[in-house]
C-alpha cells in the first residue's frame, strides 16, 4: 500500500508537468525546455511569500505567473514559432534566466517550506504522510479536470483540430494565435501549480526544475500530440517506474536502471515492427470492442 500511495504522490508531480508540456506541444509544437523552470517559481512564490496562508499561496503563485507566461509567449515565442529549433533555444534561454534569476535573488541554498497539514494518516493500516497524499489526490483531480477540458469541451475539441492540422482548423474559423497562447498559459500554469503545491515536499532550489525534465520529456515522448491522456498515462507509468525501482534497490542503483529502461523502451519505440505489432493490436481489439 505504501508503494501505491508514493506512485500517487509521485504521480500527481510529473502528471502536472507532463501535462502542461503536452498541451504547449500540441497547440504550438513547441517543446518547452523551461516547463522545470516555471514549476522552481511556483516553489518558490510558496516559500518567500511565508504571511497569507498555504492555500493563498498557491493562488499567488498562479495570479503572478501568468501574466510572465503570456508575455513570454507573446514577445519571445510569436515569432520564430515557424522555426521548431529557435522556439527550443528560446525556451531554454527562458529557463537559464528564471533560473539565474532565482540564484541572484535567494542564493543557491535550498530552502523548505512548511507543509498546512502535520502529521500522517492510515490508508488501510497503513500511515502516510497527510500532506503527501493530500497534494497527490489534488493534483490527480486537477489532471482529471484538465482531460475533461480537452475531450469534452468546446475548447478542448478545437485544441485537438489546431494539434491535428493547424491549417484546416483556421480555415474553418478558428484563431490558431489565441489558442496557442491559451495553451502555452494553461500549460506554464500547470507547472507553476505542481511546484507550488509539492512545495512542502520538494527541496525549493533554482536547480529544482531542471532536474525534472528528463522524466517529463520521456513522458511528452511516449504520448501522442494532442492526445493528452497518452502524455498523463506515460507520466503515470513513469512515475511506476521510478517508485518500484526505488523500492527494490538503492536509490543510485535505481536511477541509473531507471534511464537504462526508459532510453531503451524510447529506442525500441522508433523501430518498424513496433509500429506494426501497434497497428495489429489495434485491429485486433476494435472489433472485440465494438461488439
Known sequence: MDVLLAILSLFGLYGLVTLGIAVIFAATRVVNLAQGDLMMVGAYTAAVAAGPAFGWRVVLALVVSAPLLLLIE????????????????????VGMALRQAAELLFTSTSRTVEPPMAGAVTVLTTPYPAYRLACGLIAVAVIGLVLLVAYRTGWGLTLRAIADNATMAALLGTDPRRVRTLAFVLGGLLAVLAGALYSPVLAVNPTMGFSLLVPVFFGLLFSRPGALATAAGAALLIAALSVLLRAWMSDVLAEVLFYLIVIGVAALRSRPWIWRFSSWLSRLLLPARAS
Open 74 to 93: 507573446r514577445l519571445l515565442l510569436r515569432r520564430p514559432l515557424a522555426d521548431g529549433l529557435a522556439t527550443m533555444l528560446v525556451t531554454w534561454g
